[in-house]
């Protein structure tokens, strides 16, 4: 019988503090210095596996050996995801529960979110010109803020538009952080379920009677597989699982914005868009820029793969960032490059900026498709808009998490 390899192992009682001064580099750090994709740690007082790599993200997706009951703290699930959102679900109830949002991403209703969003950048560049200083991460939040409300059948209280937009953006930013950014990361999603909580009341009692094509309709009356509506707080944390990624995407919106000021070079492509180019954009600032460092699961039961033992109830970290980064499945890494996903074969399991997998039985996000067509539009609009990039911040400090440019990108003297 073939002895089990092992695996590389770090030092240390527990590198939780190692992993928080690193940020998205902690796993693409010790996998260059391991010489292997994978390794053994402690963190939070517990063993972890940590892998790299698309046949690692093979493996990490098959259900039959990972689940992800357990895996995300309920630090996360109380500020990103919402506590037993539909990301810490598992097996057939996962299934139909992740059926429920796939439903909702068909052609037609994909269009409207592209129609929506234009008319929203539309307005929004008429208040930009008007601005001497536009902030563009805050500005995009608010947008995609309106965004996320419109197509899910949510009324707009203009009144509240930014204060929402920051507690979304506050929910977005705890992920990863402790102290002061956490708790405001806590205080804002309670804010926000009450409002979500509102709205399914609303639309359940009549007050309030959006599309039956939209998410709110959706949530409001969704059946688990007992025949029973979701409760109200259930509803209400997976309409936020709508709204508030959508409204993340102005990260990526705020990373494509630089990319255009930094490579002058792609704004005559977007505008004319000849061979899909705004495709191959949108993929390579997903690629390029930091979103999430990693993601978690557990071991479901004892497994060997490439010689390597996994003990049931495991934590496994898979390293999102690095694997968008690995130099065994992209030319030249660290090079801003669209025209590489010209040849792109579209593996669901090399390119993972936000999960990989497929889409109907794994947990690859179901709102990909919603990020690319929002982002193609998106950019579209910035790259037609002229502007002033002031001195300013725009490093990239990966060991924060999320991270994004120091100064938020700042624009001025915008016009069309």
């Known amino acids: 019988m073939a002895k089990d390899r092992r695996v590389p192992r770090e030092k240390g009682l527990d590198n939780s503090l190692a992993l928080m001064q690193e940020g998205y580099l902690y796993i693409p750090n010790r996998c260059r210095q391991f010489q292997s994709n994978i390794f053994e740690t402690r963190l939070l007082g517990q063993k972890a596996i940590c892998m790299s790599g698309e046949e690692a993200a093979k493996v990490f997706y098959d259900n039959d050996r990972f689940q992800r009951k357990g895996a995300a703290p309920k630090r996360v699930q109380k500020t990103l995801f919402g506590v037993n959102g539909v990301q810490t679900m598992d097996g057939a109830s996962h299934h139909h529960r992740k059926q429920l949002f796939m439903s909702l991403m068909t052609p037609k209703r994909l269009q409207v979110l592209k129609d929506i969003t234009a008319e929203q950048w539309q307005a929004s560049m008429t208040e930009w010109e008007r601005q001497g200083k536009v902030v ?80 709110a309709y959706a949530m409001a009356f969704h059946r688990d597989l007992n025949n029973k509506r979701l409760t109200t707080q259930m509803a209400a944390v997976e309409l936020l699982n709508i709204i508030r990624p959508i409204v993340a995407i102005a990260s990526f919106i705020t990373f494509g914005a630089m990319a255009i000021h930094q490579h002058p070079e792609v704004r005559e492509k977007l505008w004319a868009d000849a061979d899909n180019y705004r495709q191959l954009f949108v993929q390579e600032v997903r690629r390029f820029y930091p979103f999430g460092p990693f993601t978690g699961a557990r071991v479901r039961r004892n497994f060997t793969w490439q010689g390597y033992s996994f003990k049931k109830g495991t934590l496994v970290l898979l390293d999102i960032y690095g694997t968008n980064h690995h130099p065994e499945i992209w030319e030249e890494p660290e090079q801003f490059r669209p025209e590489r996903f010209q040849t792109w074969k579209g593996s669901p399991f090399d390119f993972i900026p936000q999960g990989g997998g497929e889409y109907e039985m794994g947990h690859r996000c179901a709102g990909e498709w919603v990020t690319i067509e929002v982002m193609k539009t998106s950019l579209a609009f910035l790259s037609r808009m002229d502007f002033r990039v002031p001195a300013q911040d725009l490093s990239i400090r990966l060991s924060r998490m999320p991270t994004l440019p120091k100064s938020r990108f700042i624009i001025t003297d915008v016009s069309r």
């Open 136 to 215: 563009v991460l805050e500005e995009s939040r608010k947008i995609l803020y309106r965004v996320g409300c419109k197509w899910a059948g949510v009324p707009v209280e203009e009144g509240k538009v930014a204060q929402h937009a920051r507690d979304l953006g506050s929910m977005i930013d705890a992920f990863g952080a402790v102290g002061p950014r956490y708790q405001r990361g806590r205080l804002a999603r309670n804010r926000m379920e009450q409002w979500a909580r509102q709205i399914i009341k609303d639309v359940r009692s009549g007050k309030w009677k959006p599309s039956e094509e939209t998410a």
